[in-house]
């Protein structure tokens, strides 16, 4: 019992000699809190707010201090975080010292009751040894407590460090950006005032404008009614032109068809009589015939051709019609021509005849050769025009152009060449004929003991002959008029 006594009286000296004070108790008293992980307290919700570990009646005085909840800048609320920061810093430092002077103080009672205590029992120093081991190792978990926050508030020191150079440079920034748009809202003043010192002379050229395009509006509406006025007189005109040419056309049907009735279908009786007649009447008498139709290409108010086919865009076949007129067709003569032919004096109009359709040969090769020419002429305009194009769509349509041409070139070209084979067949013919006088008694002789058989075949033949023909010439003129 007096052992027992003795070292309890012993470790409440020693408890006495080597107690801190009553400060730095509590700061370490503090410290041990902080290492437990409590709530952010609801009264303090900004950084700014000031903490310090002291005891309960100092948390009475702070109370007191007024914080402000509401920064007005951030530049403040960086600053008053700094402070605080660097107060913790402090403290945590403090604690430290405090620790490692508890440990080193401890070990210094761990070797003084070790040299006093080796003669009491081993109970009492199971005890000490149990206690300084406690207290080792609180001190060491609040030294690794302290040294994790002092870490922690050295990274929020420098997160802190760089916020601040942040917002200087974001500082800088927006006074720079400020005065760029200041020199910006001046400069688009002096432009808004340009512009529309611009924009009202646009106004005034458009205004003028305008009104110099209702000017010529009222001109260029004026011009096309005259214009309207003269095309519908020109139409009355063509209106009337056509009207004349058209009772022209009836008349001349009209003449051609009276001519045709007036001409007396011939009878046997009446051809025994020109036989008779024929022996005794006189040679003017005999050569004497009725009018027939003569072409002249100069008033076909068209080009013709040699081709005998029926035409595309006509319904009547007009190239046949014209063969007949040209090549003076039996069926368009009258009877007295017909029955004269038979006689012997028709042989001097044989010659007149063959003469005549030299000459309409010789005016149509002209006619070819001179629309041959036109169309060459008109190919090297088209030349030109290629040459001189710029787009490639104008150059197609003119090279198809071209293309059409030659091949109208080459058939008039063939049609020239077929005239020209056709001349010279006749003149052929007609050598012979006067080469050969003989040979044309000859045929009129045979010519002569035919008559009566053609004379009577031919007034059924020629009725369906002049309807064809009457057929043709209206289907012609309803095609011109067309």
Do not use: W
């Not at 010192?197 to 458009?206: C, I, M, R, S, V």
């Not at 050598?431 to 007034?459: C, H, L, M, Y």
């Amino acid at each position: 019992m007096e052992t027992r006594s003795k070292t309890s009286v012993q470790v409440s000296t020693r408890d006495k000699k080597f107690r801190p004070p009553p400060e730095l108790s509590g700061i370490v008293s503090g410290s041990m809190s902080l290492s437990s992980y409590t709530d952010y307290p609801a009264h303090r919700p900004f950084i700014n707010t000031h903490m310090h570990h002291t005891t309960r009646p100092q948390h009475s005085n702070r109370a007191a201090s007024r914080s402000k909840a509401f920064p007005e800048t951030s530049s403040a609320v960086i600053l008053s975080a700094l402070r605080n920061l660097q107060e913790k810093f402090r403290r945590l430092e403090l604690e430290k010292r405090q620790a490692e002077f508890s440990l080193h103080s401890l070990g210094k009672d761990a070797s003084n009751t070790l040299l006093q205590s080796e003669s009491p029992a081993q109970t009492n120093g199971q005890r000490d040894t149990e206690r300084k081991a406690n207290c080792n190792q609180v001190l060491i978990t609040h030294l690794a407590a302290a040294e994790s926050r002092c870490e922690k508030l050295e990274r929020q020191l420098d997160h802190m460090k760089r916020m601040l150079r942040n917002t200087r440079t974001e500082k800088t920034s927006l006074l720079n950006q400020q005065a760029f748009l200041e020199k910006a809202t001046a400069a688009d003043q002096r432009l808004d005032a340009i512009s529309e010192y611009a924009q009202l002379e646009k106004l005034d050229q458009l205004e003028q404008e305008y009104l110099s395009l209702t000017r010529t509006q009222k001109n260029a509406e004026i011009k096309i009614r005259e214009l309207e006025r003269k095309l519908q007189d020109e139409e009355h005109q063509r209106k009337l032109i056509e009207d004349k040419a058209d009772q022209l056309q009836a008349g001349l049907e009209s003449n051609r068809m009276l001519l045709q009735s007036v001409s007396p279908f011939p009878s046997v009786r009446q051809a025994k009589e020109k036989k008779s007649n024929s022996k005794i009447s006189s040679p003017e008498q005999l050569t004497h015939t009725e009018p027939h139709y003569r072409l002249c290409l100069r008033d076909v108010p068209f080009v013709t051709g040699t081709s005998v086919g029926c035409s595309h865009s006509v319904r009547a076949n007009v190239q046949a019609v014209l063969s007949l007129l040209k090549c003076h067709h039996p069926c368009l003569c009258n009877s007295r021509v017909l029955a004269h032919k038979a006689s012997p004096p028709e042989s001097t109009s044989s010659p007149s005849s063959s003469s005549v359709n030299g000459e309409e040969l010789s005016e149509l090769l002209q006619a070819l050769q001179e629309e041959l020419r036109l169309m060459s002429l008109e190919q090297d305009e088209l030349k030109r025009q290629v040459e001189s194009s710029v787009s490639e769509e104008e150059r197609r349509d003119l090279r198809r152009e071209q293309e059409r041409l030659l091949l109208k070139m080459e058939r008039k070209g063939e049609q020239i060449s077929k005239l020209h084979k056709h001349k010279c067949q006749i003149m052929k013919l007609r050598k012979e004929a006067k080469s050969r006088p003989n040979s044309g008694n000859k045929e009129r002789g045979s010519s002569r003991s035919r008559p009566a058989r053609a004379v009577k075949d031919q007034p059924g033949e020629r009725r369906k002959r002049n309807l064809r023909l009457l057929k043709d010439m209206k289907a012609l003129q309803a095609s011109l008029r067309t």
